[in-house]
């Protein structure tokens, strides 16, 4: 059993919702019940008419709404086309100038990382914004040489050399066709967060030890053992100018975004990265500095892919290793470019990725990489995430900045010279250290994933990416083998109860130990079985149902729970499947024999609260107890058992402020034998509170509504009969020939009482308008009423339509399953 805890996320504009509302938005038939597309089975809106003489090219407002609804990663509706015209918006000009000043420093130092010749970074990124940002199915994400490849890409140019790296490329860009045709390409996503993390972490670490060295001056040696083992004579032969011009531009890289003030956020819009590189370019070119530095030799000796030569198993895991790191890290950084994009509230809506389609982008892209010379290609978070946030709109972010690299490729040749090699070494190794990330650690931990992060990281840095990641998903293979069969049982007794607590999956490994502790019960005792886990296999079920049996024929009871304290249904084969686990105080049963019950049913349910609910609720009730309660709705609704507001509308603390009585009643201001504590819960949500709607909510079976129906006209000696008189409105406008009966989702009430308690929600609303508070905002346009019927033998609620008309239609429609609350219903 687990506890689901809704957090509240709150609606800024309903805040100047209030305020700026002068007149009452124009009505229409609200909650009808819900089409839904037979393509994508999502929720379809009503369209929209788009402007007159809105471009032939531009997507219809429809299929901007409809993509509201579509599911992470799914493939786009039918009414999704290409634009026909090349059109370019100016966000998408700005933002791929600033995502070409990113890339364009990183390119450079990405192939002085792994070996490679310079221009090889240029090709890669130029072929990876064009190529993969026209073909992709990530419209937003940017593509070209990633620092997750530079250790793969290194090894393959010291074993194989250049042109037979080319040549292993472009077979992986090949293999990555392939993977998209079969489409596979959400298998990557089934790889075990720890073992990517660990990846990631490990390729940085390498690399920042790499370039530690060309940073003070030196030459990396082979292996990150070697880089290690060689420091302490690299800091001794110590280059003071390399040195100097390499801090200058980590002090820049990290200092850069930290600029206070009016100042710092003017500095910010030029990246970190170009202003140390060209800070220390300009320092170094002024002061004279004798430093290494870039040397592009002409394109006319470029060099291109040859046929590799060595081992035909050797080539085959470079190319599957090159297939392995580009796809995950091209379609992790996918995954996370869709969350920016869908966390951004000033600009139009972007398609949610689609992951084979980005995969085959990725694929061509590297075929093309490869045979012009180029590093190989991956999807990089760092330059999409500043593709997002400088507002790219479409695609042609992407290719553009993939069209300044080729003009900088040409153009500004002299200028790229005069960079120092120690700079380009300096951003790089900053990127690895930044490939460590502390968030990933925390989430790791959280999740208790640290040994197989530990494990991964260790094994790429020592044994390379391919090998550590195959050790280290044996591990994460091997920790889930564990934890399925570890199974942790325990017993206490208290109060004469003896609880068995069973943590884990139970299989029939825990048998054995299972039976030993159940066999140690004493005969014709109450005993509580705690089960915590999601599996249960036939033998442990078997061992549950025979101890069962011969536990309840000695005259002992036994009752089994979840985590949460509910009953869950026993194994034995007796009991029927109706009674469900909702709540530890079932009252009821289904076979012919009464049930033994827990004689303290309150101060169980309690203790199961603080044991396992609390502690995943305190910090929600902690800020809601700082900033006090802001619910957005008011719900009326009657003090029935049966009708749970928070199961129906899946709410938790802090969303709904309630108010229950005997046949969700609201007595008119000044009626005779009023009562004041509605009207005043009432005014407290309108006017304190400030609540956007209220909801009527009545539901099948009322007994209240019964009692009016069926009791006599005069009688109110009682306080239920007094209480009762604020219905009788409701019965007369049932009984009123010139009425027309409510309606239920297109079919009249199944019986009287029905009517009534579908007539009484209707009434209900009337008496709310004649208070005092709800009138003037209605009027002001700055509150909604709504009216619920929950049919409690369907489990199924129903809506009022034009809830907020004076003339109401007495029309109540089915709610769909697609939808949920009652935002969504008036779509």
Request: aromatic residues 4%; charged residues 15%.
């Amino acid at each position: 059993m687990s506890a689901c805890v809704p957090t509240r996320t709150e609606d800024p504009s309903r805040k100047t919702s209030r305020t700026s509302k002068t007149t009452k938005p124009r009505k229409t038939q609200m909650f009808r019940k819900s089409r839904t597309s037979p393509r994508t089975g999502h929720s379809q809106q009503p369209q929209r008419q788009d402007p007159v003489g809105a471009p032939a090219g531009v997507p219809p407002a429809d299929a901007l709404v409809t993509s509201r609804f579509q599911r992470p990663h799914s493939p786009p509706p039918s009414t999704e086309h290409e634009p026909r015209r090349f059109r370019i918006a100016g966000a998408d000009l700005s933002a791929s100038l600033s995502v070409f000043l990113i890339a364009l420093p990183l390119s450079l130092g990405i192939a002085l990382a792994t070996g490679a010749p310079l221009q090889a970074g240029l090709v890669a990124a130029a072929v990876g914004g064009i190529v993969a940002g026209r073909l992709g199915g990530s419209p937003l994400q940017v593509s070209g040489p990633a620092a997750g490849l530079t250790v793969v890409t290194a090894d393959l140019i010291q074993q194989y050399g250049w042109r037979a790296t080319c040549a292993v490329t472009v077979l992986a860009g090949l293999a990555q066709l392939g993977l998209a045709a079969l489409r596979v390409a959400r298998s990557a996503l089934a790889v075990s967060p720890a073992v990517v993390h660990g990846m990631i972490a490990g390729i940085g670490v390498t690399i920042a030890l790499a370039q530690l060295h060309i940073v003070l001056g030196g030459t990396p040696q082979s292996s990150a053992a070697d880089n290690v083992l060689s420091l302490p004579a690299q800091l001794a032969g110590l280059h003071p100018a390399a040195a100097s011009a390499s801090a200058l531009t980590i002090a820049v890289l990290l200092l850069w975004p930290r600029i206070p003030g009016r100042a710092g956020r003017m500095v910010r819009r030029v990246p970190a990265a170009l202003a140390a590189v060209a800070g220390t370019t300009a320092l170094a070119s002024f002061a004279g500095l004798s430093l290494p530095r870039v040397d592009l030799p002409s394109w006319r000796s470029h060099a291109l892919p040859g046929l590799p030569e060595g081992p035909v198993l050797g080539i085959l895991a470079a190319v599957l290793t090159v297939t392995l790191v580009a796809s995950v890290q091209s379609l992790l950084s996918a995954v996370a470019v869709d969350k920016l994009a869908a966390a951004r509230t000033e600009r139009p809506l972007v398609h949610r990725s689609r992951l084979d389609r980005e995969l085959a982008g990725q694929g061509a892209a590297n075929v093309v990489s490869g045979a012009l010379g180029g590093l190989p290609v991956a999807g990089v978070a760092v330059r999409s995430a500043a593709n997002v946030s400088a507002g790219g709109v479409s695609r042609h972010s992407t290719m553009l900045h993939g069209l300044w690299i080729v003009l900088a490729a040409l153009l500004l040749v002299p200028l790229l010279d005069l960079i120092p090699l120690g700079a380009l070494a300096a951003l790089v190794m900053v990127v690895g250290v930044q490939m460590v990330s502390l968030t990933h650690l925390r989430s790791v931990r959280r999740n208790r994933e640290m040994l197989v992060y530990a494990v991964t990281l260790a094994s790429v840095v020592l044994t390379g990416v391919l090998e550590g990641v195959v050790i280290g998903v044996a591990v994460a293979v091997v920790v889930a083998l564990h934890r399925l069969t570890r199974t942790r049982i325990t017993t206490e007794e208290r109060e004469g109860v003896h609880r068995v607590r069973v943590r884990g999956q139970l299989t029939f490994l825990a048998v054995p130990r299972l039976s030993r502790t159940l066999g140690q019960m004493p005969q014709g005792a109450d005993c509580v079985i705690e089960l915590d886990g999601s599996f249960m296999d036939h033998a442990a079920f078997e061992a549950l149902h025979g101890w069962q049996n011969s536990h309840l024929a000695q005259g002992g009871s036994v009752e089994f729970t979840g985590r949460a304290g509910g009953r869950v249904n026993e194994p034995a084969s007796e009991t029927h499947g109706c009674c469900r686990p909702w709540t530890p105080w079932r009252n009821h049963h289904c076979d012919e024999r009464p049930r033994r019950m827990h004689k303290h049913q309150l101060a169980s349910g309690l203790s199961s609260f603080q044991r396992n609910t609390a502690p995943l609720v305190r910090d929600e009730l902690a800020r809601l107890a700082r900033e006090g309660q802001r619910p957005s709705q008011l719900f009326l609704t009657c003090a029935d058992s049966r009708l749970v507001t928070s199961m129906i509308t899946a709410s938790g603390p802090g969303d709904l402020f309630t108010v229950r009585n005997v046949g969700n009643l609201v007595p008119l201001p000044g009626a005779e034998s009023s009562d004041d504590s509605v009207a005043a819960a009432i005014e407290y949500a309108v006017d304190v509170l400030e609540v956007d709607s209220i909801t009527v909510c009545g539901h099948s079976g009322c007994g209240a509504m019964q009692a009016l129906l069926n009791g006599p006209a005069g009688d109110f000696g009682t306080p239920l009969r007094r209480w009762l008189r604020h219905g009788r409105p409701s019965l007369e406008r049932m009984r009123n020939r010139h009425r027309a009966w409510a309606r239920i989702s297109g079919r009249l009430p199944a019986d009287a009482v029905e009517q009534l308690c579908l007539t009484n929600v209707v009434q209900q609303l009337e008496h709310l308008r004649a208070h005092e508070s709800v009138a003037r905002r209605l009027a002001e346009g700055t509150l909604e009423l709504h009216g619920m019927y929950f049919h409690v033998g369907e489990a199924q609620a129903y809506l009022l339509a034009n809830s907020d008309e004076h003339e109401i239609d007495e029309v109540f429609d089915r709610v769909s399953p697609t939808l949920s609350g009652l935002e969504k219903s008036r779509a």
